[in-house]
Structures are given as structure tokens and as C-alpha cells.
């Protein structure tokens, strides 16, 4: 089977476009899963709900949580955004019932999902929605040894935006190193952080994504028109213009 797992849209319409444009120029892609924080920060959080809406599986993110109920720990310029996202999803211009759908849809986002050995969360399998788990965490053994007991042989999560690849023992790659090339599974436990959709922060401004078989995977980047969403994020008086100016950077 070949799932296209995304993850961290965050509002971004044209970025979450160009992914699903991508795959569906991709062969055989018989899934798509996305792994939580559909809103927050980006200007269309109605539109990307309601494409995710399509999705095969959705997980909850931190800030798909913050919109149900109150953003914790937030920086001030993602809690202005939270509220902001929340009073999009409560409008009404088109006087349907997409709004309580949309919350409703919201409500029932899983926080883990299980296939055999496949596990989706958002943060980590210790901490489905709030836990990060950075690159640099490959200095702090302990850590990465306690979350890989708790998966069962692959896990993938998002989070961070940054993608890569955990192997159990300490290793971590970078899709730099994967670029062009299949990684192919090995019989080491991984962690598989696929990057963000609508806010990458590895320094690249592309979308990040990955097609998952069921023994490989690949990493795909894709280029969207990011002055597009930057101006709509300009526009915005409630979003800080800081979460454009890093869609430019990729950072
Ligand atoms: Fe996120």
C-alpha cells in the first residue's frame, strides 16, 4: 500500500494545494493521512479543514486542540492566532452547516492511530500531541531510548516541522542525506518526523511530505506560491507578520 503522510498545513492553502496537486501527479497513492495541526498560524484554516475533511486519517494537533479549548503554553503571536483561527471556523458566510461539521470533525480527531506496526501520532508516541522531538534530541540518548520503547516499530509524527529520520541507537538523517533515494527500512526501530505542509522550518521554504510503502519511504518537497499566503498573513491584522516573514525563510 502507499499512503502520502502530511502533516502541519496550519491554514496554508496554497501550500496544502500544491502537496495534493503533487500527489495526485504520483502513481498508485491509495491513502492520505495527515498527522495534526491542520490550523493555527495560517490565514485559511476553513479551507484546509475542509480538504483534510477528505483525508483517510487526521490526528489532532496541539493547535487543533488550542481551537476547541485554550491555547497552553503559546507563544503570544500563536495565541493570537488560535483566537483569530477560532473566530474564522465560527463565521459563517455561506450560511451552511460546514461550521458545526467542521467542529464536529475537529472533536473526533484520534490522537493516536495504530496499523500493525505503523503508529501516527502528532508529537511523539510518549506524548501523541505535545511532545517534540528535535534532531539535536540524538545528544539525549535517555530520552530518544524511552520513546522508541513505547513504539512498536515505525512511528510517524510531525510537531517540529523539521524532517528526518530517528533510528534507534541515536542516528538521526536529515532528507538532505535522503534526497533522489528510497529509504529503505532496515530492522532498527525508527521515528520519522515528515516535515510541515504549511510552515517548514529546516531552512527550506518548500512543503514537505512523505510516500510511505510498506517497506521504504520517500521524502518529497514541493514549491508553492508562498508571497501568496505572506500577503494574506500581511493583510491580516490579527496575524503577526513574523509568521510570514518565516514562510519566506523556511524557518
Ligand atoms: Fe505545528
Not at 498545513?9 to 498527522?35: F, T
Not at 496499523?115 to 501516527?120: A, I, L, N, P, V
Not at 528535535?134 to 524511552?146: G, I, M
Amino acid at each position: 500500500m502507499k499512503r502520502a503522510i502530511l502533516s502541519d498545513i496550519h491554514g496554508n492553502l496554497e501550500a496544502l494545494e500544491a502537496v495534493l496537486e503533487d500527489i495526485s501527479n504520483k502513481d498508485d497513492i491509495d491513502k492520505i493521512y495527515c498527522l495534526g495541526d491542520v490550523i493555527g498560524y495560517g490565514p485559511n484554516p476553513r479551507e484546509c479543514l475542509d480538504l483534510v475533511r477528505n483525508f483517510d486519517l487526521c490526528i489532532l494537533g496541539n493547535h487543533d486542540q488550542a481551537a476547541l479549548f485554550d491555547p497552553e503554553g503559546f507563544s503570544h503571536g500563536a495565541e493570537q492566532a488560535i483566537f483569530w483561527t477560532r473566530n474564522q471556523l465560527e463565521a459563517n458566510p455561506d450560511k451552511d452547516a460546514k461550521v458545526s461539521e467542521r467542529w464536529e470533525y475537529l472533536c473526533h480527531l484520534p490522537r493516536t492511530h495504530l496499523e500493525g506496526d505503523f503508529m501516527f501520532v502528532h508529537g511523539s508516541a510518549r506524548n501523541p500531541l505535545n511532545e517534540y522531538v528535535f534532531p539535536e534530541d540524538v545528544h539525549n540518548p535517555k530520552k530518544l531510548e524511552k520513546i522508541f520503547a513505547l513504539v512498536p516499530k515505525y512511528c510517524f509524527q510531525g510537531h517540529t516541522h523539521v524532517p528526518g529520520v530517528f533510528v534507534d541507537g541515536g542516528k538521526f538523517k536529515s532528507p538532505v542525506q535522503l534526497v533522489g533515494q528510497r529509504y529503505e527500512f532496515t530492522p532498527e526501530k525508527i521515528m520519522v518526523n515528515v516535515g510541515s505542509v504549511g510552515q517548514p522550518r529546516d531552512g527550506d521554504p518548500r512543503s514537505s511530505y512523505l510516500i510511505l510503502e510498506d517497506d521504504s519511504l520517500e521524502f518529497c518537497r514541493v514549491q508553492y506560491d508562498v508571497q501568496k499566503t505572506v500577503d494574506k498573513i500581511f493583510a491580516t491584522d490579527e496575524l503577526n507578520d513574523s509568521q510570514g516573514h518565516r514562510l519566506l525563510d523556511g524557518k
